[in-house]
């Protein structure tokens, strides 16, 4: 990588600034109900304390507006952060909490800070000027530290007063181990990845997804299409769909990238069947319908059928690298969740190939599955994975000091 590691920092007795993505969810009595994004960056945060850094970790937590929100305080999180640290790193960790990440409080509990204690500040986005990227917080914010991390992937595509405008202001600006890793992985991916490559595309929109497609295809073997995007272009193949989800101001668009595919001679896989049903209900009537045949006015196709998640798991039988985005159907609602389901398992029976998969769903189902540990690698960035597979370069990256 391009950029400088937190591996190539002299953290002893430093205070380190690492922006971490603690954006978890809570329920309602305030308890973190999904700790996948704390744990990936313990080794970061771990690093720094056996490297005696004085560590201060800030983050986003939720849209409170640019206002304090009690609902979105990172409180809660504290407390979580210190029993992970007790429990995998076998040792007792102080980590504090600061209601707020700038002003004379937080400079008073940044100054008591001890190498090897940690400090967590309250909400960067309890102040607007964190969204706007606004000079002066920025450098409130560097005030508190002498070296500064990112190892918040979920937040790097964003051009923010922690994850740009602070780099300013500090003399070095580097990457953590969780966001090394995510660019090593998706940069590999677009750079030089073993063949056969395939990726597989899910979601509700076509328009979200256009940019990794173009960027993709030049690169791929296959592209399997699923969820309801993969509507919008069989209805762009002159198919009915009935209720299906389509974005018809990107009818043009799929007919596009269709007859890109074609003349590349790239395999490009739309569902073959599907699980159909007149609305999204648990306890609503589901059948199959092949793609031959139309789907009736009244249904919306909900899923890949049973032919499909054979045909695509066949496609990831094959690989050598796969990326997968997106689920193939209503993965929330049980009755159209089987194809997303089909796809973790199909990727996970492939040991042999790198699998990199990123996307809320995507990352919920091969959890679900209880495949996470076969996969090669998670990615904890929505979003930002999304627009770095579009060849985008991502802000928060783009800042770091360079090597």
């Known amino acids: 990588m391009a950029k400088l590691s937190i591996r190539d920092l002299d953290l002893k007795n430093r205070r380190v600034f690492i922006r971490v993505d603690f954006n978890v969810p809570l329920d309602e009595h305030g308890r973190v109900t999904d700790d996948t994004r704390i744990v990936e960056t313990l080794p970061t945060i ?23 929100n009690p609902k979105m305080s990172l409180r809660p999180v504290a407390e979580h952060l210190r029993i992970l640290l007790d429990k995998t790193k076998s040792r007792d960790c ?52 002498e070296l500064y991390v990112n190892d918040a992937f979920g937040a790097a595509h964003r051009a923010h007063a922690s994850t740009v405008g602070i780099t300013k202001f500090v003399p070095k600006s580097a990457a953590g181990l969780l966001l090394e890793k995510e660019l090593q992985y998706l940069g590999k991916v677009l750079a030089n990845p073993e063949h056969p490559f395939i990726a597989i595309l899910g979601g ?17 073997d296959a592209l399997l299409i699923g969820g309801a995007m993969a509507y919008t272009f069989m209805k762009a193949q002159g198919r009915e769909v009935g209720k299906s989800l389509v974005e018809d101001d990107k009818l043009e668009l799929a007919r596009q990238l269709l007859a890109e595919a074609k003349s590349k001679g790239l395999t490009f896989l739309l569902p073959m069947d599907e699980v159909v049903a007149d609305k999204i209900d648990p306890a609503a009537q589901a059948t199959i319908v092949d793609a031959s045949q139309p789907i009736p006015a009244a249904k919306m196709g909900l899923d890949i059928g049973p032919k499909t998640r054979r045909r695509y798991a066949e496609e990831i039988a094959k690989a050598k690298t796969i990326l997968w985005n997106g689920p193939m159907g209503v993965f929330e609602v049980a009755p159209f969740a089987q194809g997303t389901i089909a796809v973790a398992q199909a990727i996970a029976k492939n040991r042999g190939a790198t699998s990199i998969v990123g996307g809320g769903d995507s990352v919920a189902a091969v959890h679900q599955v209880g495949v996470a540990d076969k996969i090669t690698h998670i990615s904890t960035g929505g979003g930002a994975s999304l627009e770095f597979l579009e060849g985008k370069k991502l802000p928060g990256v783009e800042a770091l000091t360079d090597k």
């Open 94 to 145: 102080n980590v504090g909490f600061s209601p707020d990440c700038v002003g004379w409080e937080a400079e008073e509990m940044v100054k008591k800070l001890e190498p090897g204690q940690v400090l967590l500040l309250e909400n960067l986005r309890f102040h607007p000027e964190e969204e706007a990227n606004e000079e002066k917080f920025a450098k409130s914010l560097a005030q508190l530290a």
């Open 204 to 220: 509700a929109k076509v328009s979200d997804k256009i940019e990794v497609i173009r960027n993709l295809m030049p690169k791929v």
């Open 46 to 68: 771990d690093y720094a304390l056996q490297h005696r850094a004085h560590v201060i970790l800030a983050s986003h937590l939720g849209r409170p507006k640019g206002k304090p």
